[in-house]
């Protein structure tokens, strides 16, 4: 029984770890990213309530008048000369009536509603748009952090082998113990490095959690993805017509002004009068039940809406100077965000074309030069310390360009580099 137990527990054990394995090695791409993020955000959830208050107010928008009904009791006499008979002259009656609005009143509402319901979709949008961006930051932040703290495992793993290689030396009396005591103390630059990178990445993916509204430990989150550059990009001009045709925010300007306009025809309909029909009933000291007709027409001599007429109108312009205000806003940010990414890839080709290769090659030369004698310590550590600089600069200007690409992608309104 007890060796069942055991084992029972042993195979529980290695299960529970195993599937925890699989949750630590699962990696997340960008578009997985983005589905969690969509789903499980709380800003952007809350932003889609408001289309869905929108929406309630086309309902309220479209209702129709109430009809008002009446009953009444007229001829009620308690000071009678019969005063125990006081219903004998009672008039019973019933009306009712209705506004009938003119002008088309109840569409303009119904389109003024729909037409701010389209605005709401498009602020939303924009604020997807401006979240994203942030949530692509935080990936591409948390990729270039594994790719230093790859390289810097690399460099000191490198190093760690050249280390041996002079200890070795230094045994034989090849080397000097200065020189010695210099390499090793060489070595917590790379341990700084690693350590660094470490943080780092943490940060990185806590940032990408913070956006996920999500709980995983840290540890347990992981992202795959493309840490690199391209030197395809479309000229300017293209990226302009792309953003005037998908930037939410410049859409949102011009239903603005549509709306404004909307707005304007209904404060001239609600200038206008709206009669009220009525009909009632009755009946006088035992007559035949009577019918009524009337017909009230509010007579506009004072109020005619004009405060809200001229509003409205001021309000077109309002918007309109807006939308031409959104409009500049677009070519600046889709300028501003070309020239930073085209600066950045105009640092990134020579180092992908000459100087990765070059600081490789003397970095390889030097350390055997040194092996051999041929080279001094200085000369040995200087190499090591350019080759790291010239792989640490690409990998940040490689993150610089993607900060750039999703710059411009925030600028355009829509993901065109990735």
């Known amino acids: 029984m007890i060796h069942r137990f055991f084992g029972n527990s042993i195979i529980l054990a290695a299960l529970v770890c195993f599937l925890g394995r699989r949750a630590a090695a699962q990696q997340l791409t960008w578009q997985?990213?983005?589905?969690k993020f969509d789903a499980a955000n709380p800003t952007l959830r809350a932003g889609q309530l408001n289309i869905d208050e929108s929406?309630?107010?086309?309902?309220?928008?479209?209702?129709?008048?109430?009809?008002?009904?009446t009953l009444s009791l007229d001829q009620f006499d308690p000071f009678t000369t019969n005063p125990y008979r006081?219903?004998?002259?009672?008039?019973?009656?019933?009306?009712?009536?209705?506004?009938?609005?003119?002008?088309?009143?109840?569409?303009l509402r119904k389109e003024s509603a729909v037409k701010a319901t389209g605005i709401a979709e498009s602020t939303q949008q924009d604020l997807r748009r401006t979240l994203t961006y942030t949530l692509r930051n935080a990936f591409v932040q948390t990729l270039q952090a594994k790719a230093v703290l790859a390289l810097a495992k690399e460099n000191l793993d490198y190093y760690d082998r050249l280390l041996d290689v002079n200890r070795i030396r230094f045994?034989?009396?090849?080397?000097?113990?200065v020189d010695m005591d210099r390499l090793e103390n060489q070595r917590i630059q790379y341990l700084s490095d690693i350590q660094n990178a470490t943080v780092s990445l943490r940060t990185a993916k806590i940032m990408l959690l913070q956006m996920l509204n999500d709980r995983?430990?840290?540890?347990?989150?992981?992202?795959?993805?493309?840490?690199?550059?391209?030197?395809?990009?479309?000229?300017?001009?293209?990226?302009?017509t792309i953003a005037l045709a998908t930037r939410p925010d410049l859409r949102a300007a011009?239903?603005?002004?549509?709306?404004?306009?909307?707005?304007?025809?209904?404060?001239?309909?609600?200038?206008?009068?709206?009669?009220?029909?009525?009909?009632?009933?009755?009946?006088?000291?035992?007559?035949?039940?009577?019918?009524?007709?009337?017909m009230t027409i509010p007579v506009k001599i004072f109020d005619r809406n004009q405060g809200e007429k001229l509003r409205t109108q001021l309000d077109i312009t309002r918007n309109e100077r807006l939308r031409d205000a959104a409009e500049a806003q677009v070519f600046s940010d889709v300028d501003s965000a070309y020239v930073t990414l085209m600066g950045t890839l105009n640092l990134l080709?020579?180092?992908?074309?000459?100087?990765?290769a070059r600081a490789l090659k003397i970095r390889d030369t030097i350390a055997f030069s040194y092996q051999h004698g041929a080279a001094s310590l200085l000369d040995f550590l200087n190499a090591q310390s350019d080759y790291r600089s010239i792989q640490l600069n690409y990998l940040n200007l490689v993150g610089s360009f993607l900060n750039a690409a999703?710059?411009?992608?925030?600028?355009?309104?829509?993901?065109?580099?990735?």
């Open 55 to 69: 929406k309630a107010n086309e309902i309220t928008a479209f209702l129709r008048p109430n009809p008002d009904l």
């Open 254 to 294: 011009v239903e603005a002004v549509d709306k404004a306009q909307t707005d304007h025809k209904l404060a001239e309909a609600n200038g206008s009068t709206d009669p009220i029909f009525g009909i009632d009933f009755g009946r006088q000291n035992g007559d035949p039940l009577y019918v009524g007709l009337s």
């Open 349 to 356: 080709l020579p180092y992908k074309a000459s100087y990765l």
């Open 86 to 107: 006081p219903l004998t002259s009672l008039q019973p009656g019933i009306a009712a009536s209705y506004l009938y609005e003119r002008l088309h009143k109840r569409d």
């Open 32 to 35: 997985q990213v983005q589905q």
């Open 406 to 418: 999703s710059q411009l992608n925030l600028a355009l309104g829509k993901e065109v580099i990735q």
């Open 171 to 177: 045994r034989a009396g090849d080397i000097a113990e």
């Open 216 to 240: 995983t430990p840290v540890d347990q989150l992981d992202i795959t993805g493309p840490f690199d550059f391209t030197d395809k990009i479309q000229p300017v001009e293209d990226f302009r």
